[in-house]
């Protein structure tokens, strides 16, 4: 069946970088664009960026501009999301999903990646 | 950056109807999409386009949409539908981006 899943959860220190992965099955990797979304404890939804797996271009939240990269490798169809420069404010579930482009809609989602931030 | 607004929290009776609503410029010109989260779990789709649902959505999941508001409605809604329900759309500030609503809690008294 059609699923994404993500890497393990991370405990990182401030200043440091994250690095997640998302695998994705049963359908053709290069077919759909992935993003990343994350929630923070208790807060909402918050959308950070896009990759296009076909050819790796991508898009960012103004927010995480110069902070974010997302990459794919297509050999393993599987992206990754790479946030540097970490803040207590990062700690929160990182999640990818795919994206039914024709409507926008994020029809399927990874199970999630807890990402703590702490010294 | 476009924004979506949506009440933080609405309560209905077993078997009521609820409506949701999604407030922002962007929804001049592109659908909302309605997602469902409960609580530990990744969100779900529940509403795309004009008013699709995806399979295994029940149909007492509807959207509709006018103007720059967007609407999820619950018609006879479930102990189960108590959960938080999130609009997105795409942002009209720039090609594939996209902007996600500030979430409703919906409970089912």
């Known amino acids: 069946q059609v699923q994404l899943v993500q890497s393990g959860a991370e405990v990182k220190k401030p200043g440091a970088s994250v690095k997640v992965s998302c695998k994705a099955s049963?359908?053709?990797?290069?077919?759909?664009?992935m993003h990343w979304v994350r929630q923070a404890p208790g807060q909402g939804l918050e959308w950070m960026g896009i990759i296009n797996p076909s050819g790796g271009s991508t898009s960012y939240a103004q927010k995480f501009q110069g902070r974010v990269t997302m990459t794919r490798d297509t050999s393993t169809s599987t992206v990754y999301m790479e946030l540097s420069s970490l803040r207590s404010e990062d700690t929160a579930v990182y999640y990818c999903?795919?994206?039914?482009?024709?409507?926008?809609?994020?029809?399927?989602w990874g199970q999630g990646t807890m990402v703590t931030v702490s010294s | 950056s476009s924004e979506l607004t949506q009440d933080p929290a609405v309560s209905v009776a077993l078997g009521q109807t609820v409506r949701i609503t999604c407030q922002g410029d962007?929804?001049?010109?592109?659908?909302a999409s309605w997602y469902q989260q409960k609580p530990g779990q990744a969100p779900v789709l529940v509403i795309y386009?004009?008013?699709n649902r995806p399979s295994g959505i029940p149909d007492r999941f509807s959207g509709s949409s006018s103007g720059n508001t967007a609407s999820l409605t619950i018609t006879g809604a479930q102990a189960e539908d108590e959960a938080d329900y999130y609009c997105n759309s795409r942002d009209s500030s720039g090609n594939h981006l996209y902007v996600f609503g500030t979430g409703t809690k919906v409970t089912v008294l």
């Open positions: 962007s929804l001049r010109s592109y659908y």
């Open positions: 999903a795919r994206v039914y482009e024709s409507w926008g809609a994020f029809d399927i």
């Open positions: 386009g004009k008013n």
């Open positions: 049963g359908y053709t990797f290069t077919s759909y664009y």
